[in-house]
């Protein structure tokens, strides 16, 4: 059996992959590959927060890391952000070194008041460090290290066969009864309602980005009702800024359609 770390694009169902890892693999004590960063992340909690899932490049074991058109990927964050306008959310965020490595890290106490366009600023800078964490990941596959590449699209419409890639990856073969439950547990339907769970409205300053619902890890309004995640809906209701990223209207635009062709994707 591996026990990978599960990284991903935001809104490129990494969380379900993270449950689906996380079915697979038990709880484990602390890895001592990073005795800082689980000691930081996890706070004992391990039935909550094993396995480790990061939107941030780590290195150690193997790696799960799912990944989404960045475009779409950047419009979906864009809109759940958007829910959070005018509620106060982290604002200060840095870098701390850890092991060798600068992991970004957020100051939770330093709140402020989120615009609109500080959510998308905010989106798009979350999306656009997915290029370098792509890169590294890329390089790290050629120099030995284990990671499996989950593209969204190709798995949106065929969980099962995410749940037997996955398997594959961590060495795991579940029974028929798991895989059953595992793929029952998983759907699109019981995450949705996991993210409408009126748990999460009981306080109406709960934001997406810090509402985690136990077990499951979905968050607050997680998937969107309207598009349910599906992969182009959000080209068709954004084609005009869909054609302002085809132009690179602006430096961080250019940038966006540089990283989504390097990443194998058309615009």
Same mark, same amino acid.
């Given at each position: ?13 990494? =969380? ?51 990944? =989404? ?90 969980? =099962?066969? =995410? ?105």
């Amino acid at each position: 059996m591996k026990i990978p770390i599960s990284i991903g694009m935001p809104r490129s169902a990494s =969380r379900l992959t993270w449950q689906i890892v996380k079915s697979l693999v038990p709880p484990e004590p602390p890895p001592d590959w990073h005795p800082d960063l689980v000691s930081a992340w996890c706070e004992g909690e391990w039935e909550y927060t094993w396995p480790l899932r990061a939107h941030d490049y780590l290195p150690g074991p193997g790696v799960v890391y799912t990944f =989404r058109h960045p475009v779409e990927a950047y419009l979906s964050l864009r809109s759940r952000y958007m829910n959070d306008v005018g509620k106060f959310v982290p604002g200060q965020s840095g870098t701390k070194t850890i092991s060798g490595e600068e992991i970004m890290v957020v100051d939770p106490l330093n709140k402020v008041v989120l615009t609109k366009d500080a959510a998308a600023y905010q989106a798009m800078v979350a999306i656009g460090t997915q290029w370098n964490v792509w890169q590294r990941l890329k390089q790290d596959a050629k120099n030995g290290r284990d990671v499996l590449f989950l593209k969204y699209e190709d798995y949106y419409d065929d969980r =099962r066969q =995410r749940i037997l890639d996955i398997s594959k990856f961590v060495e795991v073969i579940p029974s028929d009864s798991h895989l059953e439950d595992l793929w029952n547990y998983t759907s699109l339907e019981n995450n949705a309602k996991r993210s409408q769970d009126p748990r999460f409205f009981e306080n109406e300053e709960v934001t997406f980005s810090h509402g985690f619902m136990g077990q499951s890890g979905m968050q607050k309004e997680h998937i969107n009702p309207e598009t349910m995640g599906r992969p182009g809906a959000y080209f068709k209701n954004h084609t005009k800024f869909v054609d302002s990223v085809r132009l690179g209207m602006t430096p961080a635009l250019e940038a966006l359609k540089e990283m989504t062709q390097d990443m194998g994707y058309e615009l």
